[in-house]
């Protein structure tokens, strides 16, 4: 069979991002251009600034893949590109950038969610199988998905209120780290002990999650600590944040497997770089005997590698977009 060659294009939030990957499971060129040193003094990705700096970049980041993969538009199979969600004036440079490929070149468009592209990471790490559950977790993302087979993709549950990552950023602010927090908390928490006492969020019967109540019970306890003059124990706070945090996403990953017959689980989005989390998992996952995937960390925060991936199943998937395909800033994955 004739190879297929997908150049991705993601620009949901502060990552400006070009790849080119062979029959969605290899790698050829990646060119990442992050923000995160601009966006730092703000702590936290301000819209507005990051829209021109995909802009700014965005050319020379094409240019630089396509010199690195030393491949020419005529050997592109399809264009990949993120519509969403994300931030919409980002999203709107890359799709821009994207549909000018297609038209100028001629070739088709595939319409990727940001999330399919972080469960697609994977697929560059091993072939998935199914029935497989992803377990999305990121910035702006808690979602746990079913999938009988590619691009099938059943939402059993996700978060009522913030995201996982969200909840990492905002307890790591009140830690005093600087933006973005979760890695950061990530390292904290290996030196620390559990001392501190958080409630353990959504003790239900569904697959949804809630971390508001988490991040205020950590703001709560860093105010009150200060009001008794009580300086805060860093690490330890870190470590008590981490452990319900991760007990409760493996709660529901365990009902999920058991309840759904699942055969492989992965791992997806920014918060699948947390350590904690994946060693939890893994230690579930060997626990019921079932396969489980997570990407190394360079696919795990955003890229354009596991949008091409995506791209490729959507592409066999028969999906297609023209030249009226606008960027969403909300929009659930189908
Ligand atoms: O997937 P991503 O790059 O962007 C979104 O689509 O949201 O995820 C970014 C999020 C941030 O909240 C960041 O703090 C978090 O992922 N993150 C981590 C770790 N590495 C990144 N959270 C906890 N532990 C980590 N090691
Ligand atoms: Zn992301």
């Given at each position: 069979m004739k190879d297929t060659y997908i150049l991705g294009i993601e620009s949901s939030c502060d990552e400006t991002s070009v790849s080119i990957v062979k029959n969605g499971r290899e790698e050829i060129a990646t060119v990442i251009s992050s923000q995160i040193d601009i966006h730092k003094d703000f702590g936290?990705?301000?819209?507005?600034?990051?829209?021109?700096?995909?802009?700014?970049?965005?050319?020379?980041?094409?240019?630089?893949?396509?010199e690195k993969a030393n491949m020419t538009m005529d050997q592109i199979d399809a264009i990949a590109i993120t519509y969403g969600p994300g931030l919409i004036g980002s999203l709107l440079i890359g799709l821009e950038t994207a549909k000018t490929l297609a038209f100028v070149f001629n070739k088709p468009l595939i319409p990727v969610h940001h999330?399919?592209?972080?469960?697609?990471?994977n697929s560059l790490v091993k072939e998935m199988q199914f029935p497989l559950l992803a377990v999305v977790v990121s910035g702006g993302h808690t979602e746990i998905i079913e999938m009988k087979d590619h691009y099938k993709f059943k939402k059993l549950g996700?978060?009522?209120?913030?995201a996982i990552g969200e909840c990492y950023d905002k307890v790591a602010r009140v830690i005093g780290l600087e933006y973005p927090g979760g890695p950061k908390i990530d390292k904290l928490a290996k030196e620390g002990k559990p001392t501190y006492k958080l409630p353990v969020p959504l003790k239900d019967d569904s697959y949804n999650f809630?971390?508001?109540?988490?991040?205020?019970?950590?703001?709560?306890?860093?105010?009150?600590?200060?009001?008794?003059?009580?300086?805060?124990?860093?690490?330890?706070?870190a470590t008590s944040f981490q452990t319900v945090a991760i007990e409760a996403i493996t709660t529901k990953v365990?009902?999920?497997?058991?309840?759904?017959?699942?055969?492989n689980v992965i791992l997806a989005?920014?918060?699948?770089?947390?350590?904690?989390?994946?060693?939890?998992?893994?230690?579930?996952?060997?626990e019921m005997g079932v396969d489980f995937t997570?990407?190394?960390?360079?696919y795990c925060t955003d890229n354009a590698t596991m949008i091409a991936a995506a791209g490729y199943y959507a592409y066999l998937d028969g999906r297609r977009a023209d030249m009226n395909l606008n960027s969403q800033s909300q929009t659930e994955l189908k």
């Open positions: 936290g990705v301000v819209p507005e600034i990051a829209s021109r700096h995909h802009v700014k970049n965005v050319t020379m980041v094409l240019e630089e893949c396509m999330i399919a592209g972080h469960i697609y990471a996700g978060t009522l209120d913030d809630s971390f508001s109540g988490l991040k205020s019970a950590v703001i709560n306890l860093a105010h009150n600590e200060e009001q008794r003059g009580n300086p805060i124990r860093e690490a330890d706070l365990r009902k999920a497997i058991e309840d759904k017959g699942i055969k989005g920014g918060v699948a770089a947390n350590q904690g989390l994946r060693e939890a998992m893994t230690n579930l996952t060997t997570v990407p190394p960390m360079k």
